[in-house]
């Protein structure tokens, strides 16, 4: 389902983010890379290897990121089509519109940027859109901020205390409230897959992801050497 923390800081341009990944362990991803050279060249990721796309695409050359967080809304007819494509074309200037989400399922996409923040919202009818308030603020299935998001309240009340620095290691107990441990999800093993903490600024914009053996953090750049 994911959970992306972020704590907005306008007025200072900064921006810190935390994205946590929750999906099938048995699905098959690449690390972080730039594997959309024709569509989104700029593009740096973890691509999934089924339906090609990421939930989360950065921009370090324009200080952006675009995370796609899954939302309640379904699919019960016809095909599905993948949302890991929208953080991709969100970053090559193509925006979600009513008219190309047909078949897709509900959704939360989050723009995170030093200065803004806004979420693009598809409950399978209606998209809305809205900016986010600097802040804390925690990203679910369930939406922004939702106090009845048993995760979401953990992760927030954590984040509040959170004497977040310039190390991705300030995050680890954040982190910890959000991260989901494997469980049975119709048969297949689901849970958190990983984890990446991002820091964005008016010149600067930084990448980590965590390490799955022994839980140390790696720039995003590292992986695709």
């Known amino acids: 389902m994911c959970t992306v923390a972020f704590r907005s800081d306008p007025d200072a341009g900064l921006l810190q983010l935390l994205s946590v990944r929750d999906e099938f362990l ?14 989104a060249p700029e593009a740096l990721g973890a691509q999934d290897l089924v339906a090609g796309g990421t939930n989360l695409a950065l921009d370090i050359t324009r200080h952006q990121a675009w995370i796609v967080v899954n939302g309640p809304a379904e699919i019960s007819d016809g095909p599905v089509r993948s949302r890991g494509w929208l953080p991709l074309n969100a970053l090559a200037g193509r925006l979600p519109d009513p008219e190309s989400l047909t078949n897709t399922p509900g ?23 809205r ?16 106090s009845n998001h ?3 309240r953990a992760t927030s009340t954590v984040l509040d205390s959170a004497p977040l620095d310039a190390e991705p290691d300030s ?38 992801s965590r390490r799955h053996d022994d839980g140390s953090w790696i720039p995003m750049t590292e992986e695709t050497n």
């Open 107 to 129: 959704f939360h996409l989050l723009r995170a940027e030093a200065r803004r923040v806004s979420i693009w919202t598809w409950d399978g009818n209606e998209l809305t859109t």
């Open 131 to 146: 900016p986010v308030a600097a802040g804390n603020h925690v990203l679910t299935y369930a939406g922004l901020d939702a």
């Open 150 to 152: 048993q995760r979401s």
């Open 26 to 39: 048995d699905r098959p991803t690449r690390p972080f890379g730039h594997w959309w050279p024709d569509t």
């Open 171 to 208: 995050w680890n107990e954040v982190l910890a409230a959000a991260w989901v441990n494997p469980y049975d999800l119709g048969s297949r093993p689901y849970g958190s897959v990983g984890a990446t903490a991002i820091r964005l600024g008016p010149v600067e914009a930084h990448g980590w």
